[in-house]
């Protein structure tokens, strides 16, 4: 199975927000729901989810109108990183539902976006390859590219460098997620 064979379930299968699938395969006559692990995690423990307390901790914030991407396939999790970076003074977020969506706007518009927070399993198009798809782009190589996901172990993290990840985070570090985003921005003087 391939990730351009998951497909997004419809409003019968996903009620946006409430929905605990993020996609659907079809194989052999059947249909297999792909659930949102970080969502059940957090419904069973919410304690387990994004600390927004840790957001407090970095204090006052002036506010940033660096294009920031997000591609995240957890509804649940999408909405928390725009909320989180809303709050730490982001104000110019494009949040896509996969890594083909966000390629898609990272095609449309090179010059634009400025930093990339992904997750890495999604349908349609994986994080590593939206990284490897960016990274190998003479005219998006230098995006700095955040892999934040539940999938960050050894393995994957030499997956990520190799792919030219600038950073790479394990849910639910959210507090640095907004730190290394803030150093990134500020490495690489985008914010002017």
Known sequence: VSWRDIIKPDITISAADESVATGIIKKNDKLIIILDFEKIVSDINPETGLKMSELNELGERTRSSVPILIAEDSPL??????????????????????????????????????CIITDIEMPEMDGHRLTKLVKSDDATKDIPIIIFSSLVNDDMKRKGEALGADAQLSKPEIGNLVRIVDELVAEKHLDR
Request: net charge positive.
């Open 77 to 114: 999790l999408n909405k928390l990183i725009v909320d989180s970076l809303k709050a730490a003074g982001y104000v110019n977020l494009i949040h896509t539902e996969n890594g083909q969506k966000a390629y898609d706007v990272i095609t449309q518009c090179k010059e634009h976006v400025r």
